[in-house]
């Protein structure tokens, strides 16, 4: 069962890591504009692996992540490189609260890869669900993000990236469950954050700016990796072994509403009715997709 733990005791760890991730899209927008998409993401990444590294060699399970370094390069790339560049890329166009909107599609996208590669069974409610999920997500392309000051094939491609992001964790919510379900949760997480600092360190050198970035800059993206990824990710599996998945995973969907208000706050950002109205019919059909609804229901039978 969800509910291990009185709500008391993990409702503020709950909001303090929803605020934490709906501020990543902050510090990501700060520091893309000085580095780049790519050393952005590696900047972030690299950071996060280094310091959850000690909890590793602590627990003495460097080992196992050594033993396992090609099912985590693929992991890295799936989970936290190609993420962390789509929405790096994305922030250059289109703002952080819709960016954060589109990240609430992460569920939908792991209910509909978990259906079609492990064979997850999908009941009627579920499949109602897909269909709200992606129907708000085109109604939000459709109408653009508020944005007017850019073209509008750049919020396209923009809202494609935090679409592939997303498709990417659904993909590797599956290849964990399919290939690493035998593996600790943090030797997971570090050996993948390790593994997208390996695959992103050519394309950032690479693509590394030309400029010196600023103080600023820097220090958005130690926020970002020390607190934003290697802090909130052990905050998550905490919360997901105190209260189980189905739980944790609602912190999905908490973050819009810190994204979008500090977008509102620090960078003048505009939420429009139409955002608004097609992230509440995105939130509920990925609720419905992912099965968090489904007890209720069950319970009235």
Known sequence: MDQQVPWRQWLPEFVLLAAMWGSSFLFMREGVHAFGPFATAWVRVTIAALALMPILIWRKQTSAMLHRWRPFLLMGLLSSGIPAACYSFALLFISTGLSSILNSTTPLFGAL?????LGDRLNALRVLGLVLGFAGVVLLTWNGSGTSSLTHGDEEFAIAACLLATLCYGVAGSFIKKYLFDVPVMVTTTG??????????LPALWFWPSETPSLHAWLSLLVLGLF?????YVMYFRLMTRNGPATAMTVTYLIPVFANCIGVIWLDEIVTPWMLGCGV?????????????????????
């Open 113 to 117: 890869i978990a259906w079609w590669w």
């Open 192 to 201: 993948s954050l390790f593994g997208a600092s390996v695959a992103l360190l």
């Open 228 to 232: 934003c990824t290697a802090l909130a």
């Open 281 to 301: 019919l995105i939130v509920f059909g990925t609720a419905l997709a992912s099965g968090l609804i489904d007890p209720y229901f069950t319970k009235n039978e």
